[in-house]
């Protein structure tokens, strides 16, 4: 019986060596300006926040949810943590969750990885923040939730839409064959996506605004959103076992459209797919592998974070 999360992510051979080397520049280029960025603005109190955002969009990525079909989406969270952490500091977070989603579960390729924080970190970063920010001053609650719900949305919809356009130029599938494929299920998965965001931002303007306010980025943090952030992702990995089995977005287009055999295994293994290997593919293996996880992600950013702080002084 499947007990663990699919994997989510690109693996490697999906694409060409060129758009997975062009789509490590761009990353790279996107993730020495967001640090350039971050260095600059981190506060103290901002460090552990940025650590429980990490660790909230990790396991909640472990939490896969049935769409129609027979196919499975998952959360991005890019537009959350840009909206609540600012974009470059969101950026960083993405990018730490997606690496240790590829190194540590070999979840998405190593070639392909440069694409995958891409996809799902920046671009999604990029159009939740931009959305949002044009509101943020806004007075009205609702305005503001629904210009992240849209803004939610489209950065799953354009994750998608990039993706196909990726395969398209690798020569993995034709374009007008996978660009209304990727879109058609990603529209759904997209309505999961802006539910999570809207919530949880909800939630946030109702007990702290001040952290979605952006010009006190030195006064986010606080004790009991630190201790709150790690129940509710313990919480998510505890019920991570429940996930659906279904193939999620991509696996499910690339098996309709045959050339999910290409996807290649990674060179090695430490705790494929979100289980560990001495527990075999059974619940309690999940729930370890995934509270791994979450500790190495929240212990990254949170330690990333420091030095961006000491070198910012």
Do not use: C
């Amino acid at each position: 019986m499947h007990y663990s999360p699919a994997p989510l992510h690109i693996p490697d051979g999906f694409l060409n060596l060129i758009v997975a080397l062009v789509f490590w520049a761009l990353t790279a280029l996107a993730v020495g300006l967001a640090i350039s960025k971050t260095n600059r603005s981190l506060g103290e109190k901002q460090v552990p926040l940025m650590g429980i955002m990490a660790a909230f969009i990790f396991a909640a990525q472990m939490l896969n949810f049935p769409v129609a079909g027979g196919t499975s989406g998952h959360f991005l969270g890019g537009a959350l943590a840009a909206i609540v952490l600012g974009p470059w500091a969101g950026i960083l977070v993405m990018t730490a969750v997606i690496a240790v989603q590829g190194l540590l579960f070999q979840d998405g390729g190593l070639l392909a990885m440069g694409a995958n924080i891409f996809n799902m970190g920046i671009l999604t970063a990029v159009i939740g923040f931009g959305l949002y920010r044009g509101v943020s001053a806004a007075r009205n609650k609702t305005l503001r939730l629904a210009a992240a719900g849209v803004g939610a949305w489209l950065s799953t919809v354009a994750a998608a839409l990039l993706t196909a356009l990726q395969l398209w130029i690798s020569g993995t599938s034709s374009l007008k064959l996978v660009i209304p494929a990727m879109l058609g299920v990603h529209a759904l998965i997209g309505l999961g996506e802006t539910l999570v965001t809207v919530t949880a931002l909800a939630f946030i303007l109702q007990t702290r605004p001040d952290l979605l306010e952006f010009d006190k980025v030195a006064e986010k943090g606080g004790r009991g959103w630190i201790l709150a952030g790690v129940l509710v992702s313990l919480a998510a990995v505890i019920l991570s076992p429940l996930a659906s089995a279904n193939p999620d977005g991509l696996e499910r287009v690339a098996g309709q459209m045959g050339f999910l055999q290409l996807g290649r295994r990674a060179p090695f293994q430490i705790l494929p797919n979100y289980t560990l290997p001495l527990l075999g593919a059974t619940p309690l293996s999940t729930v370890v592998a995934g509270a791994v996880g979450l500790l190495v992600v929240l212990g990254l950013v949170i330690l990333l974070g420091s030095l961006l702080r000491r070198r910012g002084k």
